[in-house]
């Protein structure tokens, strides 16, 4: 048993161990009080005066009396202390046994303080972030597109009615304790469903082939709930007791439709990404009701991130649903828009950082972020099996004024089209702690 680490600052147990102490330290003043009474009255040659004088060490030098006594007392209660805590947290033990429980507590208490912070989006990206942001903090919330089409999510959305799950699943699965196995718990795909090269999964009418647990998981939860999908994402949060919550963008599923340059029309999120040259994205029904626990969460968060992810078909489906947007317009948190670090194959096909950032602001308003971070390192190795590449910085975007950019090292050194969740996670919060003082200003301008 650490008990170094128990009397650490923030395990919110010195104070009670102080007050224990105390309530010792009276009790043994009674004892001797009581002591002193009765040896008064007692024979000092007698059976019990001599006992009394043995207890009481009085064949030792007035001095040494106390210091022995006092050694005795203090390793008797660390002993029983230590004792105790082994007894009363035994059966509470986390399940990685390499872990003391002690550091789980302090985990947790040390996350507690950490800021509100409100991620938006879907798909790898979003996940991405919340695997780095909960080392730093449990106040963390992520609102998700609901406008997947494809797959295992399409095909419950389909046959349910519910909206799509599995970027919900994948955010989860990221928030949990015990991720990365509860990644590839609720990942898990039944057999069958067919897929082409290239091409997102086939789901077969009525069979379980190619659906994912953590997808059928939240859609018996919303049966359980009466068909209420909100409470059931909620319930799923708390089975998994994730660190943090995640809510879907709106309780109704959204259907996105996109246009090109040359004038074509296409509708469905899994069309919609392997669209290029996009002019123009919206949603239907254009007037659907956003989730209100995830309004009152962008309401309260002290730091906002839109990203990174997909921008047309996983960010975008979230701020194009109006009180969504409204809501991020108005929020008095920092703001900071993550970009990608490389272009997608299709929909930003030889996109540059503020190709990205003028798409964002033009499909919502201008003055949405107060910052855009972006990657700046690019010797990152690069995967010969993707079609993308790096996102150029070349700033500034068609904006008046843009938004400020800060540059960082937050690409994953084996993998240049990915994130580093931890690398970016510390990033974001730098960031956000210089700009938070100017950001107040403007809150307070706002109020005056």
């Given at each position: 048993?650490?008990?170094?680490?128990?009397?650490?600052?923030?395990?919110?147990?010195?104070?009670?161990?102080?007050?224990?102490?105390?309530?010792?330290?009276?009790?043994?003043?009674?004892v001797?009080?009581?002591?002193?009474?009765?040896?008064?009255?007692?024979?000092?040659?007698?059976?019990?005066?001599?006992?009394?004088?043995?207890?009481?060490?009085?064949?030792?030098?007035?001095?040494?009396?106390?210091l022995?006594?006092?050694?005795?007392?203090?390793?008797?209660?660390?002993?029983?202390?230590?004792?105790?805590?082994?007894?009363?947290?035994?059966?509470?033990?986390?399940?990685?046994?390499?872990?003391?429980?002690?550091?789980?507590?302090?985990?947790?208490?040390?996350?507690?303080?950490?800021?509100?912070?409100?991620?938006?989006?879907?798909?790898?990206?979003?996940?991405?972030?919340?695997?780095?942001?909960?080392?730093?903090?449990?106040?963390?919330?992520?609102?998700?597109?609901?406008?997947?089409?494809?797959?295992?999510?399409?095909?419950l959305?389909?046959e349910?009615?519910?909206?799509?799950?599995?970027?919900?699943?994948n955010?989860?699965?990221?928030?949990?304790?015990?991720?990365?196995?509860?990644?590839?718990?609720?990942?898990?795909?039944?057999?069958?469903?067919?897929r082409?090269?290239?091409?997102?999964?086939?789901?077969e009418?009525?069979?379980?082939?190619?659906?994912?647990?953590?997808?059928?998981?939240?859609?018996?939860?919303?049966?359980?709930?009466?068909?209420?999908?909100?409470?059931?994402?909620?319930?799923?949060?708390?089975v998994?007791?994730?660190?943090?919550?995640?809510?879907?963008?709106?309780?109704?599923?959204?259907?996105?439709?996109?246009?090109?340059?040359?004038?074509?029309?296409?509708?469905?999120q899994?069309?919609?990404?392997?669209?290029?040259?996009?002019?123009?994205v919206?949603?239907?029904?254009?007037?659907?009701?956003?989730?209100?626990?995830?309004?009152?969460?962008?309401?309260?968060?002290?730091?906002?991130?839109?990203?990174?992810?997909?921008?047309?078909?996983?960010?975008?489906?979230?701020?194009?649903?109006?009180?969504i947007?409204?809501?991020?317009?108005?929020?008095?948190?920092?703001?900071?828009?993550?970009?990608?670090?490389?272009?997608?194959?299709?929909?930003?096909?030889g996109?540059?950082?503020?190709?990205?950032?003028?798409?964002?602001?033009?499909?919502?308003?201008?003055?949405?972020?107060?910052?855009?971070?972006?990657?700046?390192?690019?010797?990152?190795?690069?995967p010969?099996?993707?079609?993308?590449?790096?996102?150029?910085?070349?700033?500034?975007?068609?904006?008046?004024?843009?938004?400020?950019?800060?540059?960082?090292?937050?690409?994953?050194?084996?993998?240049?089209?990915?994130?580093?969740?931890?690398?970016?996670?510390?990033?974001?919060?730098?960031?956000?702690?210089?700009?938070?003082?100017?950001?107040?200003?403007?809150?307070?301008?706002?109020?005056?």
């Amino acid at each position: 048993m650490n008990l170094r680490r128990w009397l650490a600052p923030g395990i919110g147990v010195k104070r009670w161990l102080l007050v224990v102490f105390l309530g010792l330290l009276l009790l043994a003043l009674g004892v001797a009080h009581v002591i002193r009474q009765v040896s008064q009255d007692l024979d000092p040659g007698g059976p019990a005066g001599v006992l009394i004088d043995a207890v009481t060490l009085q064949f030792l030098p007035y001095a040494l009396r106390g210091l022995v006594v006092g050694a005795i007392g203090v390793a008797v209660v660390l002993l029983g202390v230590a004792r105790v805590v082994r007894a009363v947290t035994e059966p509470l033990r986390p399940a990685d046994e390499d872990q003391p429980l002690v550091e789980v507590i302090y985990q947790k208490r040390f996350l507690a303080r950490g800021p509100r912070v409100v991620a938006l989006g879907g798909g790898t990206g979003l996940s991405t972030l919340l695997r780095g942001m909960k080392e730093h903090t449990s106040n963390l919330t992520a609102i998700v597109t609901v406008a997947d089409d494809g797959g295992s999510s399409g095909a419950l959305r389909e046959e349910l009615g519910i909206p799509p799950v599995g970027d919900i699943r994948n955010c989860i699965a990221a928030l949990a304790d015990a991720e990365p196995l509860m990644s590839e718990l609720l990942g898990y795909r039944f057999p069958g469903g067919r897929r082409a090269a290239g091409e997102p999964i086939e789901m077969e009418p009525g069979s379980l082939g190619g659906h994912a647990i953590g997808n059928l998981l939240i859609a018996a939860l919303t049966a359980v709930e009466g068909g209420d999908f909100e409470e059931g994402v909620r319930r799923m949060n708390r089975v998994l007791a994730v660190r943090g919550q995640v809510l879907p963008a709106s309780p109704t599923p959204i259907t996105l439709h996109a246009r090109t340059r040359d004038g074509l029309v296409v509708a469905g999120q899994s069309n919609v990404m392997r669209t290029s040259g996009i002019e123009r994205v919206w949603i239907t029904p254009g007037d659907v009701a956003a989730s209100e626990d995830a309004v009152a969460a962008i309401a309260e968060a002290e730091l906002i991130v839109l990203g990174p992810g997909s921008l047309y078909t996983s960010l975008l489906p979230v701020l194009l649903i109006p009180r969504i947007r409204e809501a991020v317009a108005a929020a008095r948190a920092v703001r900071i828009y993550v970009c990608n670090v490389a272009t997608q194959a299709g929909e930003t096909a030889g996109y540059d950082l503020a190709d990205h950032v003028e798409a964002l602001l033009v499909h919502t308003t201008p003055d949405l972020v107060d910052l855009v971070l972006a990657n700046d390192r690019f010797d990152a190795h690069v995967p010969t099996s993707w079609q993308a590449e790096s996102v150029r910085l070349r700033w500034p975007p068609r904006s008046e004024p843009p938004p400020r950019l800060v540059t960082d090292d937050v690409v994953d050194a084996g993998n240049a089209h990915h994130h580093d969740p931890e690398r970016l996670a510390a990033a974001i919060l730098r960031a956000a702690e210089r700009e938070a003082p100017a950001r107040r200003r403007i809150g307070a301008s706002r109020t005056a």
